[in-house]
């Protein structure tokens, strides 16, 4: 019997577990689905399998009896009252089937995730079997994500569920219950009591909280901010012109201290002449003045001077590090910039392409990749690609590097990575060929080598 934390992942394992040249076979209902098959196992020749799935946490944890009504005792007795683990309505089905299959199995294995929750979620998934089986043997699959190779190994180094993470979740979830339930009923019954129109429930969340002060401070500092402008001088040089064009003063009402605003430019006519060539702005050592007068008396002086001298030019190597591998926050934050999409709509998407079997699992701090971990092979699933099959050609040639290493790691997932080639154009919409070609193009970056160039650095004075 083998068990997984969502549907997705099991149809994703059961093609790695089957035996090669069979067909599994699958049945279910809405709330769950079985994928029965044939395969060799360890020590016990070719077995019948089983895998079916739950959906993330299978128990609920909430107070016993009396202790769930809110004015039958003080909030401060939610500190010390009993708790009691019990299935909600609509995982019944999700139970009812764990429970059936458990009765003529003689082993479950777990393909939860590799962190707590998963470790907690495996631990609930042992309990409601062994309420029907006691004898049932239970082992836990440790891998990082549904490729076949990894999945063989997993299926080698099974072990046993880790009591020390199930139980770290056990005290977190009392914690945040206890907590939560005793300060949003002591709050909400409070504020009620004072204000008639408070009608909801006032909550308090141990998490969340923190975080809502974070957002309102930062929203106070934005309403308190005074703009005030400021001007500053701008000189560039055209290739392919006569002479240094004249110094630009420019008045920008911006944010002092550190704003970016637009700005408008003060020329010669005079002295302006067809621009030719590459250009090259230099900017102003004192970076700006909140003085326009001087600013503008500064700038007459450029203009009078009509040429800048070169008084250093300094040479030097460049190098752009490639990037880390791609984890959660680094996805959303880039995306967000560069394609203008909201971070939900990124999260999202990335869990449908997930579903799909086309990307790693999107939820992960990991900006590490196991030494272990088969990157050749992926790198060479997208040199079919017309857009960066080339690059990724040039990889396997022998411009492969290994990925350095990011400074997180859950321990849990692997860094976010393509599982397989898929024609951008066979994508649903343009937000899946928008995350999907931002991981790929990610991740054949983080194999490649630094780049490498140079630099010259020009001071000029007036």
Known sequence: MHVAEKPSVARQLVPHLAQQGTQARQRGGASWQTHEFRRQW?????????????????????????????????????????????????????????????????????????????????????????????????????????????????????????????NAVIARSELDLRLGAAFTRFQTLLMQSKYSDVGGVVSYGSCQLPTLGFVADRQDRIDNFVAENFWSLELEYREGTEEVGAAAANSAGGVAGGGGAASTGVGNPQRQQQQLGPRAVFSWKRNRLFHRVMCLALFEECVVQQRATVVKAIRRPKTKRKPVPLCTIAMVKTLSRSRRMPAKKIQDTAEKLYSKGILSYPRTETEVFRPDFDLRALIAQQAQSPQWGGFAQRLIAGDFEQPRAGPSDDNAHPPIHPLKFVPPASLENQDERNVYEFVVRHFLACCSQDACGSGVGLEVAI
């Open 42 to 166: 360890p020590g016990k020749g070719v077995v019948s399998h089983v895998m079916t799935s739950v959906r993330g946490h299978l128990l609920s944890m909430d107070f016993v009896g009396e202790f769930r009504k809110w004015h039958n005792h003080s909030p401060i007795r939610c500190l010390d009252a009993q708790i009691e683990a019990y299935c909600e309505d609509d995982m019944k089905n999700v139970h009812d089937n764990l429970q059936k299959i458990a009765r003529k199995s003689n082993m479950l294995v777990l393909w939860t995730d590799c962190d707590r929750e998963g470790e907690h979620i495996g631990w609930e998934i042992q309990n409601v079997c062994r309420e029907v089986n006691r004898n049932i043997v239970v082992k836990r699959a440790q891998f990082s994500c549904c490729t076949r190779g990894e999945v063989q190994k997993a299926v080698r180094s099974l072990r046993d569920i880790n009591m020390g993470m199930v």
